[in-house]
């Protein structure tokens, strides 16, 4: 009567899992991303495929062979290296020779995140990191910008492919050396993406669409795009600076949505997500006003990534019942 | 203090939106037919076991006290069946730990002791004399006997009276049958209660899962306006106490309080039922509502069983199994605790049987943590998952006790919706075992 039945198995509660799998918010990211990666194409040509696939490559081989060399489990399943490369190649200019995005993508993967434990372990966003590593790195790649719809005048690149004409400054490079107001695209190309810029920075209706997706499915809260875009729109305000222009230019956006909202260097609380997120909107502005860079998103959000463990001990929420009791 | 009858649930933190499944809610309970054998053991409660009061070889009638204790926190158990003592044998409880239990043959007969009869009540004192000598305790999954929860502490002073129908679990659906086929035991159980502790303010509190409930409780309070019913958001784990006491008061049980800290005592509704039944005709508790349910289970439904009958036989009763189960629990899946065999009885605070197939009861396996920070968003004590069970891991005492994980209600929200399937419940469980063991030193 006692025997047991052995195939029963026996397990903590609770029994049932709500099916939401790291592997599917990655995937949630992933489509997040498609319409700026398409917008991208459209705008700087199909050179842009060829960048993703050699970030998206390079992050995933990264990750398989640092795995293998360590000896630990095979996580590329999770999709989280296919993210970084994607991020990775949206924080770069289109002309960037290929080499240098890919060395990119293997300091993402092995320096930055899997020598500090792998998914979930990293101190700094790893596209971010690698980003910052390469403008150090090969600073004349890095800033060389191409003029919106190049691709479609071959003969005009070839003809005179270093001329100033030619090259795409980027907006807020040219607000840094004082422009004037005619030289600047109007505020619809800004917001459709007719920009100079990094290849999946520039088109904010893109961005936007990919941000209200996840928010939608609950990937990310509001909280951080809000707060960070909130933040540096109204310090832009009081600098005198034009608001549309620093909201719609350099990296704010992709930052705002996609890079400061990375979870494992944000806050994990509503209270900490603000902190960072202002945090994060003050730093950029800083540089962008004061400093002897004209785009500071970058380095804002890996500053603040820095501060994230400070940042979550403390905003700790008080548990139940130690609060103010309410009557 | 506050004696309005609220109409809408005050806010609460956290908690999770879990597809409800409550397939057996529109189902007619059944009636087991009388098992052969009964096993009833010491231990069916929270507090002291008791001691067996019969022997091998003694005939046992149906409402005979059969085991009791001195101790306060306990609760006397009786026969559920009549027929002969076959023995005092030991079995495993779900939890694994070992205890008596008193087996119990049947005779077929299906007599009733002569010492059922109502009980004469005539103050407070005699009133939670006669809770005690019911035997019951917290139906609804937890055993806390009945007759301490109503004996509000010194110095405390109670003003409502919670009746819990959120039945959060999903499956689990005997309260909610419980509600529309006990109705009149269980306003006769709250009007025993309102009258004794003096309370007069009653929320029935019920999900917005459950229209047939809201109705049927409404007809049966309309006569009495100190009795409302309050309809609550579905949403796990709206039925545990102190979120349910948030809920319906907007009051916050301090931290390691009582509900009677914050004047209120909250009862399920299925205690309030039996309570209710006991007072009328004298029958203890002896028998209770099941769901049988979960993805192996060929016809489930709900069935009024005695306390005691083997899980197998009540399976078989519901057509057997539909496929091999690979998880049986006691209780809901997302507190119910996974058993090693179907052959144990089912004890008083058993609500459900949930028999999961293959498919149901696969369990993803864990991978790194991402910080995603789900499961301190969804967590109703405002608690930490993802650090507590990296300070559990890491065996950091200090740290655990920091974070309050002894407040953990171990409700499971913060496992469930973890997207790298961290085992969150089983490491807290382990912080909470370091912190007695210091506790103890």
């Given at each position: 009567?006692e025997?047991k039945?052995?195939k029963?198995?026996?397990?903590?509660?609770?029994h049932?899992?709500?099916e939401?799998t790291?592997r599917r918010i990655?995937l949630?990211?992933?489509?997040?991303?498609v319409?700026a990666l398409?917008?991208?194409?459209?705008?700087?040509?199909p050179r842009?495929?060829?960048?993703v696939?050699v970030?998206?490559?390079?992050?995933?081989?990264?990750?398989?062979f640092?795995?293998?060399?360590?000896?630990?489990?095979n996580?590329?399943?999770?999709l989280?290296a296919?993210v970084?490369?994607?991020?990775l190649?949206?924080?770069?200019?289109?002309s960037?020779?290929?080499?240098?995005?890919?060395?990119?993508?293997?300091?993402?993967?092995?320096?930055?995140?899997?020598?500090?434990?792998?998914i979930?372990?990293?101190?700094?966003?790893?596209?971010?990191a690698?980003?910052?590593?390469?403008?150090?790195s090969?600073?004349?790649?890095?800033?060389?910008?191409?003029?919106p719809?190049?691709?479609l005048?071959?003969?005009?690149?070839?003809?005179?492919?270093?001329?100033?004409?030619?090259?795409?400054?980027?907006p807020?490079a040219l607000?840094k050396?004082?422009?004037a107001?005619?030289?600047?695209?109007?505020?619809?190309n800004?917001?459709?993406?007719n920009r100079?810029?990094?290849?999946?920075?520039?088109c904010?209706?893109?961005?936007?669409?990919?941000?209200i997706?996840?928010?939608?499915?609950k990937?990310?809260?509001?909280?951080?795009p809000a707060?960070?875009?909130?933040?540096?729109?109204?310090?832009?305000?009081?600098?005198g600076?034009?608001?549309a222009?620093?909201?719609?230019?350099g990296?704010?956006?992709?930052g705002?949505?996609?890079?400061?909202t990375?979870y494992?260097?944000s806050p994990?609380t509503?209270k900490g997500k603000v902190?960072?997120?202002?945090?994060?909107g003050?730093?950029?502005m800083l540089?962008r006003?004061?400093?002897?860079l004209?785009?500071?998103?970058?380095?804002?959000?890996?500053l603040m990534?820095i501060?994230?463990?400070?940042i979550?001990?403390?905003?700790?929420?008080?548990?139940f019942?130690?609060?103010?009791?309410?009557? | 203090?506050?004696?309005?009858l609220p109409?809408?649930?005050?806010?609460?933190?956290g908690?999770?939106?879990?597809l409800s499944?409550k397939?057996?809610?529109?189902?007619e309970?059944?009636v087991?037919?009388?098992?052969?054998?009964?096993?009833?053991?010491m231990?069916?409660?929270?507090g002291?076991?008791?001691?067996?009061?019969?022997?091998t070889?003694?005939?046992v009638?149906i409402?005979q006290k059969?085991?009791?204790?001195?101790?306060f926190?306990?609760?006397?158990?009786h026969?559920?069946?009549?027929?002969?003592?076959a023995?005092i044998?030991k079995?495993?409880l779900a939890?694994?730990?070992?205890v008596?239990?008193?087996?119990?043959?049947?005779?077929g007969?299906m007599e009733?002791s002569?010492?059922v009869?109502?009980?004469?009540?005539?103050d407070?004192?005699?009133?939670l004399a006669?809770?005690?000598?019911?035997?019951?305790?917290?139906l609804g999954?937890?055993g806390?006997?009945?007759?301490?929860k109503l004996a509000?502490?010194?110095g405390?002073?109670v003003?409502?009276l919670?009746?819990?129908?959120?039945?959060?679990e999903?499956?689990?659906t005997s309260?909610n049958?419980?509600?529309?086929?006990?109705t009149?035991?269980i306003m006769?159980?709250?009007?025993?209660?309102?009258?004794?502790?003096g309370?007069?303010?009653?929320?029935i509190?019920?999900?917005?899962n459950?229209p047939?409930?809201?109705?049927?409780?409404?007809?049966?309070?309309?006569?009495?306006?100190e009795?409302?019913?309050?309809?609550?958001?579905s949403?796990?784990?709206?039925?545990?106490?102190?979120?349910?006491?948030q809920?319906?008061?907007?009051?916050?049980v301090?931290m390691?309080g009582l509900?009677?800290?914050?004047?209120?005592?909250?009862?399920?509704?299925?205690?309030?039922a039996?309570l209710?039944e006991?007072?009328?005709?004298?029958?203890?508790l002896?028998?209770?509502?099941?769901?049988?349910?979960?993805s192996?289970?060929?016809?489930?439904?709900?069935?009024?069983?005695?306390v005691?009958?083997?899980i197998?036989?009540?399976i078989d009763?519901c057509g057997?199994?539909?496929?091999?189960?690979k998880?049986?629990l006691?209780?809901?899946?997302?507190?119910?605790?996974?058993?090693?065999?179907?052959?144990l009885?089912v004890?008083?605070?058993?609500?459900?049987?949930?028999?999961?197939?293959?498919?149901?009861?696969?369990?993803?396996?864990p991978?790194?943590?991402?910080?995603?920070?789900?499961c301190?968003?969804v967590c109703?004590?405002?608690l930490?998952?993802?650090m507590?069970?990296k300070?559990?891991?890491?065996?950091?005492?200090?740290?655990?006790?920091?974070?309050?994980?002894m407040?953990?209600?171990e409700?499971?929200?913060?496992?469930?919706g973890?997207?790298?399937g961290?085992?969150l419940?089983?490491a807290i469980?382990?912080?909470?075992?370091?912190?007695?063991?210091?506790?103890?030193?």
């Amino acid at each position: 009567m006692e025997e047991k039945d052995e195939k029963l198995v026996i397990s903590s509660s609770p029994h049932i899992h709500c099916e939401t799998t790291t592997r599917r918010i990655m995937l949630d990211v992933i489509i997040s991303l498609v319409p700026a990666l398409v917008a991208s194409v459209i705008i700087f040509g199909p050179r842009v495929l060829l960048i993703v696939a050699v970030t998206i490559a390079s992050c995933v081989l990264s990750e398989y062979f640092s795995r293998k060399v360590m000896k630990r489990e095979n996580t590329i399943g999770d999709l989280s290296a296919v993210v970084t490369g994607l991020l990775l190649a949206f924080n770069l200019p289109v002309s960037v020779p290929p080499l240098v995005a890919a060395f990119g993508g293997l300091i993402a993967i092995v320096v930055i995140k899997q020598m500090f434990g792998g998914i979930g372990q990293n101190f700094v966003n790893p596209a971010l990191a690698a980003r910052i590593i390469l403008l150090n790195s090969f600073p004349a790649y890095m800033t060389s910008w191409t003029k919106p719809y190049l691709y479609l005048h071959p003969a005009a690149a070839t003809v005179a492919s270093t001329s100033d004409a030619l090259a795409g400054a980027t907006p807020l490079a040219l607000i840094k050396h004082g422009a004037a107001a005619n030289q600047l695209p109007s505020l619809l190309n800004m917001f459709f993406g007719n920009r100079g810029g990094s290849l999946g920075e520039t088109c904010t209706l893109a961005l936007l669409i990919g941000g209200i997706y996840l928010i939608a499915r609950k990937v990310i809260s509001p909280v951080i795009p809000a707060c960070f875009l909130g933040t540096a729109a109204l310090l832009s305000l009081c600098m005198g600076r034009n608001v549309a222009y620093d909201l719609l230019s350099g990296g704010m956006m992709l930052g705002a949505i996609f890079m400061a909202t990375d979870y494992t260097t944000s806050p994990i609380t509503t209270k900490g997500k603000v902190i960072y997120a202002v945090g994060c909107g003050v730093i950029t502005m800083l540089i962008r006003n004061f400093g002897n860079l004209p785009e500071g998103v970058s380095y804002a959000i890996v500053l603040m990534n820095i501060l994230t463990p400070l940042i979550d001990s403390g905003t700790r929420p008080a548990a139940f019942g130690k609060e103010p009791a309410k009557k | 203090m506050d004696s309005s009858l609220p109409v809408s649930p005050f806010k609460t933190h956290g908690g999770v939106d879990i597809l409800s499944r409550k397939h057996t809610a529109a189902q007619e309970s059944a009636v087991l037919p009388p098992p052969e054998e009964v096993v009833l053991p010491m231990q069916q409660h929270v507090g002291a076991p008791c001691k067996p009061l019969v022997k091998t070889g003694d005939r046992v009638l149906i409402g005979q006290k059969i085991a009791d204790s001195d101790a306060f926190v306990s609760a006397p158990i009786h026969a559920s069946i009549s027929g002969k003592v076959a023995g005092i044998v030991k079995i495993s409880l779900a939890g694994g730990q070992l205890v008596d239990a008193v087996r119990i043959v049947s005779d077929g007969k299906m007599e009733t002791s002569p010492d059922v009869k109502p009980p004469e009540i005539k103050d407070l004192p005699g009133f939670l004399a006669a809770v005690r000598a019911s035997g019951l305790v917290g139906l609804g999954g937890a055993g806390f006997p009945t007759h301490v929860k109503l004996a509000v502490p010194k110095g405390k002073s109670v003003d409502t009276l919670i009746v819990n129908v959120a039945e959060c679990e999903p499956y689990i659906t005997s309260d909610n049958r419980c509600a529309l086929e006990n109705t009149a035991q269980i306003m006769h159980g709250i009007s025993a209660v309102k009258k004794w502790l003096g309370i007069h303010r009653v929320m029935i509190a019920v999900e917005n899962n459950k229209p047939d409930v809201i109705e049927t409780m409404k007809k049966a309070a309309a006569g009495d306006a100190e009795i409302g019913v309050l309809t609550l958001h579905s949403r796990y784990p709206q039925g545990a106490e102190k979120v349910l006491i948030q809920s319906c008061t907007g009051r916050c049980v301090p931290m390691g309080g009582l509900p009677a800290d914050v004047g209120c005592i909250v009862m399920n509704i299925a205690s309030a039922a039996a309570l209710g039944e006991y007072l009328e005709t004298g029958m203890p508790l002896v028998k209770r509502r099941v769901t049988i349910d979960g993805s192996a289970i060929k016809n489930p439904q709900n069935v009024i069983v005695p306390v005691g009958t083997y899980i197998k036989t009540i399976i078989d009763f519901c057509g057997g199994y539909r496929e091999k189960p690979k998880k049986i629990l006691m209780g809901g899946p997302m507190m119910g605790v996974s058993i090693a065999s179907d052959q144990l009885p089912v004890i008083k605070q058993n609500n459900g049987i949930i028999c999961l197939g293959e498919e149901e009861a696969h369990k993803m396996e864990p991978t790194a943590c991402i910080r995603c920070g789900r499961c301190v968003r969804v967590c109703p004590m405002h608690l930490m998952p993802t650090m507590l069970e990296k300070f559990a891991m890491a065996k950091r005492v200090d740290d655990l006790q920091e974070y309050n994980v002894m407040d953990c209600m171990e409700c499971g929200s913060c496992a469930y919706g973890c997207p790298a399937g961290r085992p969150l419940v089983q490491a807290i469980r382990l912080g909470k075992a370091l912190v007695k063991a210091r506790r103890k030193k």
